[in-house]
């Protein structure tokens, strides 16, 4: 079955960076896009980042020019690098593929805050 497991979310301060990871498992991972979403608190969750089966990227206008998102298809794996990171980066990021249904990880929080 499809199996998305997220890791390296964390404290950091603001102006700090973190590298999400996303293992995935279940899949043909190199013709599939992936995507990074983030939910904080009392807000819906939203889009951050795309990556293509080809390695074309898409940013929400909210992390342009912070984040970078990238992928090992030897490794079934999406990053998400983070970059000048704000408060309210704060949110659990989750990984997510579109096969019919959507698929999600179960969510590593970020929290920058001094």
């Known amino acids: 079955q499809v199996q998305l497991v997220e890791s390296g979310g964390g404290l950091v301060q603001p102006g700090g960076s973190l590298r999400l990871s996303c293992a995935a498992s279940?899949?043909?991972?190199?013709?599939?896009?992936m995507d990074w979403y983030r939910q904080a608190p009392g807000k819906q969750r939203e889009l951050v980042a795309t990556?293509?089966?080809?390695?074309?990227?898409n940013y929400a206008d909210s992390v342009k020019g912070r984040f970078s998102i990238s992928r090992d298809n030897a490794k079934n794996t999406v990053y998400l690098q983070m970059n000048s990171l704000k408060p309210e980066d704060t949110a659990v990021y989750y990984c997510?593929?579109?096969?019919?249904?959507?698929?999600w990880g179960q969510g590593t929080q970020v929290t920058v805050s001094s």
């Open positions: 997510s593929v579109f096969l019919s249904v959507r698929y």
């Open positions: 279940g899949i043909i991972f190199s013709i599939k896009n």
């Open positions: 990556i293509t089966s080809s390695g074309n990227t």
